[in-house]
């Protein structure tokens, strides 16, 4: 059976309702919709407001009371003993303003100590005598200087009192004696005569020789240098790694007999290892090598 007018006419009804309140409910789901996306400009414009009072409450205790940073000054400058410099401009800025914003003036409190004798006899000059008096000579006494012990000069006599010793001892061969500019040079040749070969270790008749020219050696007043020398062969042992130690050791050796067997003042004495590199002749021949082999008492013509 058809339906109706009543009924078509309460249907079209019922659908516009209904059409109705959907439109209803679209538009405040979007209000909803565009209220929560909006909801952030609140909070934005709160922490806008907190960081301007903020700002605006930093400025407000960032102002200083220019009296009482004044005051404040003074008192560090006192305890840290100055004389309130923080107020007073350099020398080269006389027209620079203080760290308070005024003009610097000066500590009148504070200048009327601080002015010394020199300040005030610049200030205040004594006056000038009318006639310029004479100058009374005055003697200041010297020391006399200390007499120098002037060495010995070397001669051929003492020369050839050496060369006797050594001609006595039958050691022509082992020990040879001459005059230099620098001094008098006894050289023991360090062969298998005087030292065990790669050895420091003088031998008995080595011994005599030094003690009977330890004789001349304490009877001047010169500076003796002993010198250790080597040849050009390269020696690598437990003791002496190389020539510089073995020349050294040599040289210590004289040099200790000398002082502490002779009891020559040490004072007068060094010792030195040249190793291969001060040669008296080219190393090209055995001989030659002996004859750099050596240890050499200098006897200095002056002092150094």
């Given at each position: 059976m058809p339906p109706s007018h009543g009924g078509r006419a309460a249907a079209a009804g019922k659908t516009v309702v209904h059409v109705h309140e959907s439109r209803l409910k679209k538009k405040k789901h979007g209000h909803a919709e565009e209220g929560s996306s909006e909801r952030w400009l609140l909070t934005y414009a709160d922490m806008i407001t907190l960081l301007l009072a903020l700002f605006i409450i930093l400025f407000a205790i960032s102002t200083p009371n220019k009296v009482k940073?004044?005051?404040?000054?003074?008192?560090?400058?006192?305890?840290?003993?100055?004389?309130?410099?923080?107020?007073?401009?350099?020398?080269?800025?006389?027209?620079?303003?203080?760290i308070t914003g005024q003009a610097a003036t000066p500590n009148t409190a504070n200048l009327k100590?601080?002015?010394s004798t020199e300040n005030t006899k610049a200030l205040n000059p004594p006056s000038q005598p009318s006639q310029p008096s004479s100058p009374v000579p005055t003697t200041v006494p010297t020391a006399a200087p200390a007499p120098a012990t002037t060495p010995a000069p070397l001669t051929k006599a003492l020369e050839a009192k050496i060369k006797a010793v050594v001609k006595a001892t039958q050691m022509q061969q082992k020990v040879h004696v001459h005059l230099e500019g620098r001094g008098l040079v006894i050289s023991l040749l360090s062969d298998s005569a005087n030292y065990n070969s790669g050895s420091a270790e003088l031998r008995p008749e080595t011994l005599q020789l030094l003690h009977r020219i330890s004789a001349f050696l304490g009877n001047i007043t010169n500076d003796i240098r002993i010198e250790g020398n080597t040849d050009n062969v390269p020696i690598e042992t437990a003791e002496y790694p190389s020539n510089w130690e073995l020349s050294s050791a040599r040289a210590v050796v004289v040099t200790r007999f000398l002082v502490e067997h002779e009891h020559l003042d040490g004072r007068r004495f060094s010792a030195v290892g040249h190793g291969q590199f001060k040669p008296a002749v080219g190393n090209d021949t055995p001989i030659h090598r002996q004859l750099n082999r050596r240890v050499d008492i200098v006897i200095m013509n002056t002092r150094p």
């Amino acid at each position: 059976m058809p339906p109706s007018h009543g009924g078509r006419a309460a249907a079209a009804g019922k659908t516009v309702v209904h059409v109705h309140e959907s439109r209803l409910k679209k538009k405040k789901h979007g209000h909803a919709e565009e209220g929560s996306s909006e909801r952030w400009l609140l909070t934005y414009a709160d922490m806008i407001t907190l960081l301007l009072a903020l700002f605006i409450i930093l400025f407000a205790i960032s102002t200083p009371n220019k009296v009482k940073y004044a005051q404040l000054a003074r008192a560090m400058s006192g305890g840290f003993g100055g004389t309130n410099a923080i107020n007073v401009p350099s020398s080269g800025s006389a027209g620079a303003s203080n760290i308070t914003g005024q003009a610097a003036t000066p500590n009148t409190a504070n200048l009327k100590y601080s002015t010394s004798t020199e300040n005030t006899k610049a200030l205040n000059p004594p006056s000038q005598p009318s006639q310029p008096s004479s100058p009374v000579p005055t003697t200041v006494p010297t020391a006399a200087p200390a007499p120098a012990t002037t060495p010995a000069p070397l001669t051929k006599a003492l020369e050839a009192k050496i060369k006797a010793v050594v001609k006595a001892t039958q050691m022509q061969q082992k020990v040879h004696v001459h005059l230099e500019g620098r001094g008098l040079v006894i050289s023991l040749l360090s062969d298998s005569a005087n030292y065990n070969s790669g050895s420091a270790e003088l031998r008995p008749e080595t011994l005599q020789l030094l003690h009977r020219i330890s004789a001349f050696l304490g009877n001047i007043t010169n500076d003796i240098r002993i010198e250790g020398n080597t040849d050009n062969v390269p020696i690598e042992t437990a003791e002496y790694p190389s020539n510089w130690e073995l020349s050294s050791a040599r040289a210590v050796v004289v040099t200790r007999f000398l002082v502490e067997h002779e009891h020559l003042d040490g004072r007068r004495f060094s010792a030195v290892g040249h190793g291969q590199f001060k040669p008296a002749v080219g190393n090209d021949t055995p001989i030659h090598r002996q004859l750099n082999r050596r240890v050499d008492i200098v006897i200095m013509n002056t002092r150094p």
